[in-house]
């Protein structure tokens, strides 16, 4: 399985916004993105399953938001007010076939190698 390839982060003021893109070769049922923060444990940041609601970090709602194409592939993560402690490498997830739960990174077994998003104040 191809791993999916991520796109949109950089360096961005506090407050600003940034959109992350991901691309899947391939359909999937469940995509998602994780954070690593600096010396903090990998998090999961939002989530799709193929169908249903998405599931996001409850630390994140109302700031991130996740959407997708499903013809295409691609999910994206919309980043508004952006905080010096939202720096952090993003990975994009998805998993063919049977998904668990969509902020757990077990869940998951094709990783992207990652977009660093970098917040300053």
């Known amino acids: 399985q191809v791993p999916q390839v991520e796109s949109g982060g950089g360096s961005v003021q506090a407050g600003g916004s940034l959109r992350l893109s991901c691309a899947a070769s391939?359909?999937?049922?469940?995509m998602g993105w994780f954070r690593r923060r600096p010396a903090k444990e990998l998090e999961g940041v939002a989530g799709f399953y193929r169908v249903g609601s998405p599931e996001y970090a409850d630390s994140l709602k109302g700031r991130f938001t996740i959407s997708r194409d499903n013809e295409k592939n691609v999910v994206y993560l919309q980043m508004n007010n952006l905080k010096p402690e939202d720096t952090a490498m993003y990975y994009c997830v998805a998993k063919s076939g049977y998904c668990g739960y969509a902020l757990r990174a077990s869940t998951f077994g094709t990783w992207g190698q990652g977009t660093q998003v970098t917040v300053s104040s």
């Open positions: 391939q359909s999937m049922t469940c």
